[in-house]
């Protein structure tokens, strides 16, 4: 790199013979000022690392469009059988690098029922060493059942009988961590009302589920079409009563009250943060519907689902998983409960049915999918299909007329150039060239 002197004595920094090709959304600017992508997903970018204040550093960022596949790059719904020892599960996720949550259920087969056949829970945050049961109040267990997060996936470990028995059917549900879809928190517990715990789904909270993991206690849940009390416990069937959360934003939740369940002091706890985006790009929305009885109810989501989670919130009912590898449609509806260690049911009445822009619930007079009035919940995410790849900027960039530029389209190429001078505090910025050859 080389500094020279520029107008009024300010320094500006030049890189000689630097390219950087980037793959992700952190464009580091002690790299060089010459950066080339192309596009397979929707990067959130961030500038690190510019010269300190008083040292102008002006750079570019050359843009080939692409598309991002809905939504096989944060979410995956993986089936195997137990070989009896450790195996590695291969669902296309870097949990590596971006981390994540893997939900594993038994489904059938000769493991001891509700010893063997409990919900396996383990996330990048808390570590491999160890897991949570989401059908029991248990403390998080400090025996392995998840032996590594691989850049395509898993390998499962240590308790083999709980998540790998020889022969058994499991299921695997893979969330990894990505803004606008799903995020991680682990705190320490203060004690005191309106805690602020801050995270990084740079979009609307959904859905938050929390569990202290040094004690046996209560799945908390909140979720942001729950009601007055828009609070439940996803280990029990109980309506929702309770107020966990009571505001957040797009960087943080407030917690209501200082409950052993969710910040008890000096109390360690996990935090699990799903998005609700109304994007038309989106991958995951949390809402709710009013029961109809006997009725069906039509829930338009604007695409249709892979998979749901589905909460009355007005009366005693289950959690009801369901997706559509396992079988969710108009011929086949297999349910798994996420407060039980039961196995999972194959049922010939299809209360839940995907439709292109949703779902339908054929209720049939049950109260778990609501009867008349009835509030009830979901978190639904996107089933597959492709979008042009679009680029959120960082507020930090002062755009021309303060208008941020399009993103170019699949097969076209558009280079930005920006300059910073005052240590990173603001960026100048600007589509520089269009449709470059």
Known sequence: MKAFKIKNGLQ??????????????????????????????DPAYTFTN???SGVAQAFSLEVAGGTTTFTQDSFATTLYTGTGSAQTITNGLDLSTDGGLVW?????????????????????????????????????????????????????GGLISDVDNFGDSYASWTFKKQAKFFDIVTYTGDGTVGRVIPHS?????????????????????????????????????????????SSTSTTSITLENEGVEINGNGQSYVAYLFAHDTASDSRIKCGSYTGAGSGAVDVNLGWG???????????????????????????????????????????STNRVVPTATGFTVNNNGGGTFGQSGDNVIYMAIRGDAATDSAITWPTSI????????????????????????DGGTTYYGKKAAEGIA
Do not use: C
């Not at 950087?20 to 000022?33: E, N, P, Q, V, W």
């Not at 740079?202 to 009390?229: C, E, F, L, M, P």
């Not at 009912?317 to 079988?327: H, I």
């Open 12 to 41: 500006a920094s030049r890189y000689l013979l630097s390219s950087t090709t980037i793959s992700g959304s952190t464009i580091d600017l002690s790299l060089g000022s010459m950066f080339s992508t192309t596009l397979s997903s």
């Open 50 to 52: 510019p010269p300190a």
């Open 104 to 156: 594993v259920k038994w489904r059938s087969g000769s493991a001891t029922a509700g010893n063997n056949t409990n919900h396996i829970l383990v996330d990048s945050e808390t570590g491999t060493s160890g897991f949570l049961e989401s059908d029991t109040t248990n403390a998080r267990t400090a025996t392995a059942a998840i032996s590594s997060f691989n850049s395509n996936g898993f390998t499962t």
């Open 201 to 245: 789904l740079n979009s609307a909270v959904g859905t938050v589920i929390i569990k202290q993991t040094n004690a046996s206690r209560d799945w908390a849940v909140w979720h942001r079409s729950g009601g007055a009390s828009p609070g439940g416990k996803l280990n029990l069937t109980a309506a929702f009563g309770y107020t966990w959360v």
């Open 305 to 347: 689902p892979q998979f749901l989670l589905i909460k009355n919130t007005t009366r005693a009912t289950n959690w009801m998983m369901q997706d559509t590898t396992r079988g969710m449609s108009n011929t086949s509806w297999n349910y798994i409960i996420a407060n039980e260690s039961s196995s999972e049911v194959a049922s």
């Open 398 to 421: 002062k755009w021309p007329a303060g208008v941020a530029p399009t993103t170019p389209v699949p097969g076209k190429k558009d280079l930005f150039t920006f300059l910073t001078t």
